[in-house]
């Protein structure tokens, strides 16, 4: 009896022979994610190495796990890494409900163009760099002529430094992000209900539902698969927590509040060039991703019985 590796190889070269120019077609994406994504991955050892940009990958000593060592015992480091974790959790908490709420009210529009037009104008931000919308909200929120402090004036109520009050810095940071992104998202969700089957509102109707009924017992189920697929998806970034947004909007008075594990990269690396302390920095980020996204697709198989492999 032939092993099933074997059986497994052969059906593959029967399908590569049968649909050739199928497989053809895969070749440039296979290129290019070893060009682009698998090459660079050699790039890790700089972490193992006391890398110099003069002698290259070949001539930089091997140090171990030095880089990885001095990275636990950096008190820095562990503040940057709090402040990662608290604003990529408040992000999550906030922000991750938003789209599909707002998917859910442009559902029940019925009045196309207004839902057009709603649609147009939420999905315009995500456009903008965040270069042009740390500007606006700056403009926006500042203590010197912003139009928000001026409504609080004429309310009697005193002007808030906002991007210098670490007590309200990542309220903007919230904030800005949800007013850019919150639209953009609400695609995936639009998208998720036309695969519900519409005899199932017909039915629901017949049987004297209410709006909210079918919401909560049909609309909902419907798109649960999607939501359980964004949520994990955005467990494996968590560690992200907007660094372009922050390296925009922050300033040396609230790092003890936005300092995240990104700006902190680009500070080290590209401020102090140490290269080598940073791509350690950037492997302990991916492995705690990649950790998170596998805890997370597991626990919801296990309670959920869904999951995204």
């Known amino acids: 009896m032939r092993p099933a590796r074997s059986r497994a190889g052969q059906r593959l070269g029967a399908d590569m022979r049968r649909d050739w120019d199928l497989y053809l077609l895969l070749v440039p994406g296979i290129l290019f994610l070893l060009v682009f994504k698998y090459a660079p991955m050699y790039g ?3 972490a193992f190495k006391d890398f110099n940009i003069f002698e290259g990958y070949a001539g930089s000593p091997w140090v171990g796990g ?3 060592a001095n990275l636990f015992q950096s008190p820095d480091f562990a503040r940057v890494f709090c402040n990662t974790v608290i604003i990529s959790v408040l992000k999550i908490a906030i922000l991750f409900p938003l789209p599909i709420l707002v998917a859910l009210l442009l559902n029940e529009l019925r009045h196309m163009l207004f839902k057009r037009t709603v649609q147009t104008v939420i999905y315009v931000p995500h456009f903008l760099s ?3 919308v740390g500007g606006l909200f700056i403009d926006l929120l500042s203590t ?3 139009l928000f402090n001026k409504a609080l004036g004429l309310l009697g109520i ?3 430094a906002f991007f210098l009050d670490s007590s309200v810095f990542r309220g903007v940071l919230i904030a800005s992000a949800g007013w850019k992104e919150t639209g953009w998202s609400t695609i995936v969700y639009l998208a998720a209900f036309a695969t519900i089957d519409p005899g199932l509102y017909e039915a629901s109707k017949i049987d004297g539902a209410s709006r909210l009924r079918q919401l909560w017992h049909i609309t909902l189920p419907g798109i649960a698969p999607i939501i359980l697929l964004m949520f994990i998806l955005r467990l494996g970034n968590i560690l992200e927590a907007g660094t372009e947004q922050i390296l ?5 008075t609230v790092y003890n509040v936005s300092d995240v594990i990104g700006s902190y990269v680009y500070r080290m ?6 290269y080598s302390f940073t791509t350690a920095v950037g492997v302990f980020e991916s ?3 990649l950790t998170l996204v596998i805890g997370g697709n597991a626990l919801s198989r296990k309670y959920l019985q869904r999951g995204i492999w």
């Open 44 to 46: 890790i050892s700089i």
């Open 66 to 68: 030095k880089h990885f």
């Open 130 to 132: 965040w270069v042009i």
């Open 144 to 146: 010197n002529g912003g």
């Open 158 to 160: 005193e002007p808030i």
């Open 248 to 252: 925009v909007m922050y300033n040396p």
């Open 269 to 274: 690396g590209l401020g102090n060039q140490d």
């Open 287 to 289: 492995l705690i991703s």
